[in-house]
Nanobody, 120 residues
Framework: VQLQASGGGLVQVGDSLRLSCAASGRTFSGYNVGWFRQAPGKEREFVGAIGWSGRRSYYADSVKGRFTISRDGAKNTVYLQMNSLKPEDAAVYYC??????????????WGQGTQVTVSS
């Protein structure tokens, strides 16, 4: 499965932004999807994940209560809704997918990243 992340941009502190992760090549159904981010000079960080059915999700403490992951099977797309953005949320965001793995782990498929910049 090929993944395409989009929706990044420049926002101000406190703003909201929704990232999209579109799948191509095959249906997204059956795949667990994770979001990761990496800021300059920092290690890659797990953001959150959603199970293949959409019924379970898991978030890093740093984003819990502010970020929400959802999926739309009809559009073959997973979303990362980011609210109350902080300067420390600025990073390149990546979506990932795996048929078996879930949570803060290594996924088989990775998309290219989308840049999120938060201006104070």
């Amino acid at each position: 499965v090929q993944l395409q992340a989009s929706g990044g941009g420049l926002v101000q502190v406190g703003d909201s932004l929704r990232l999209s992760c579109a799948a191509s090549g095959r249906t997204f159904s059956g795949y667990n999807v994770g979001w990761f981010r990496q800021a300059p000079g920092k290690e890659r960080e797990f953001v959150g994940a959603i199970g293949w059915s959409g019924r379970r999700s898991y978030y890093a403490d740093s984003v819990k209560g502010r970020f929400t992951i959802s999926r739309d099977g009809a559009k073959n797309t997973v979303y990362l809704q980011m609210n109350s953005l902080k300067p420390e949320d600025a990073a390149v965001y990546y979506c990932t997918a795996d048929l078996r793995r879930y949570g803060d782990t290594q996924y088989d498929y990775w998309g290219q990243g989308t840049q999120v910049t938060v201006s104070s």
